[in-house]
């Protein structure tokens, strides 16, 4: 089994940037590919990025130039740095992991870090 446990999360004002990180623990082996996905108020859980462990990433439409992911396979680590945040931005961030490069997402979940932009 895998643990994903997420970090970085809080407040940011609007137009701010917040980093946000998840570490891997366990079968850790298994992974390949990793991401992140938010679940807004009232919204359905939806894909914000992913990566997989040669570096090919895949970004939604709403984040992408702004957003970017990547990942330190020797540590277990994926991060996602958020800039030039919005309102619509504020969701819980979940960080994802599987073990293909085209399936996503993937069995193991972390616990969640609220990311909250103030206008």
């Known amino acids: 089994q895998v643990q994903l446990v997420e970090s970085g999360g809080g407040l940011v004002q609007a137009g701010g940037s917040l980093r946000l990180s998840c570490a891997a623990s366990?079968?850790?082996?298994?992974?390949?590919?990793m991401g992140w996905y938010r679940q807004a108020p009232g919204k359905e859980r939806e894909l914000v990025a992913t990566?997989?462990?040669?570096?090919?990433?895949n970004y939604a439409d709403s984040v992408q130039g702004r957003f970017t992911i990547s990942r330190d396979n020797a540590k277990n680590t994926v991060s996602l740095q958020m800039n030039t945040l919005t309102s619509g931005d504020t969701a819980v961030y979940y960080c994802?992991?599987?073990?293909?490069?085209?399936?996503?997402?993937?069995?193991?979940w972390g616990q969640g870090t609220q990311v909250t932009v103030s206008s």
């Open positions: 990566i997989t462990r040669g570096g090919r990433t």
């Open positions: 366990g079968s850790i082996v298994s992974i390949n590919t």
């Open positions: 994802n992991a599987g073990s293909t490069t085209t399936r996503f997402p993937g069995d193991y």
